[in-house]
T-cell receptor, first 110, second 113 residues
């Protein structure tokens, strides 16, 4: 199957860390992605990880990959109001086609 | 910054009209995708090209949708005739092999009345 699953909602207090989780099904995925979508906007590539890595850090973002469990997570440190958005997890299938999750709506409260 | 450019950003049309959406991929990216986003279905792959050759268009209704890439700087998605159920945001994305970088355009929001 090509199902990517992620929780639909996350509420976090400003300044705290956010953790968004995702599970995928294709063990042969080459890349796994996190995209951010703000209302009325396109999909912004936040970060991606190659399947032979288990962690990638980029400023406030940390991606963890557990290939054995097919689990991907995105941690946002020091969450800000500008981080409020929908976050999509995606796995690359053959030919780099992406299979997306339904998106996690992150709400940052003051 | 290099970016994927899509036009039009918004389109409102009446049922039965032809709609053409255009995409300029990032220079040097050899794979171009068309996705559609709706509330009910989420993000769906419609078609994609590599080196301008169509590889898979099984995700789109063949009787009314067509996708082409007349040159390396332009990909088009055409709907003829359009129907209300085609109302969605259509995204173009381009990818550079062996880098993992897959960037999306801002999308074309289509409303068919």
């Amino acid at each position: 199957g090509e199902d990517v699953e992620q929780s639909l909602f996350l509420s976090v207090r400003e300044g705290d860390s956010s953790v968004i989780n995702c599970t995928y099904t294709d063990s042969s995925s080459t890349y796994l992605y996190w995209y951010k979508q703000e209302p009325g906007a396109g999909l912004q590539l936040l970060t991606y990880i190659f399947s032979n890595m288990d962690m990638k850090q980029d400023q406030r973002l940390t991606v963890l990959l557990n290939k054995k469990d097919k689990h991907l997570s995105l941690r946002i440190a020091d969450t800000q109001t500008g981080d409020s958005a929908i976050y999509f997890c995606a796995e690359s299938l053959n030919d780099y086609k992406l299979s997306f999750g339904a998106g996690t709506t992150v709400t940052v409260r003051a | 910054d290099a970016r994927v450019t899509q036009t039009p950003r918004h389109k409102v049309t009446e049922m039965g009209q032809e709609v053409t959406m255009r995409c300029q991929p990032i220079l040097g990216h050899n794979t171009v995708f068309w996705y559609r986003q709706t509330m009910m279905q989420g993000l769906e792959l419609l078609a994609y090209f590599r080196n301008r050759a169509p590889l898979d268009d099984s995700g789109m209704p063949k009787d009314r949708f067509s996708a082409e890439m007349p040159d390396a700087t332009l990909a088009t998605l055409k709907i003829q005739p359009s129907e209300p159920r085609d109302s969605a945001v259509y995204f173009c994305a381009s990818f550079k092999a062996n880098t993992g970088e897959l960037f999306f355009g801002e999308g074309s929001r289509l409303t068919v009345l």
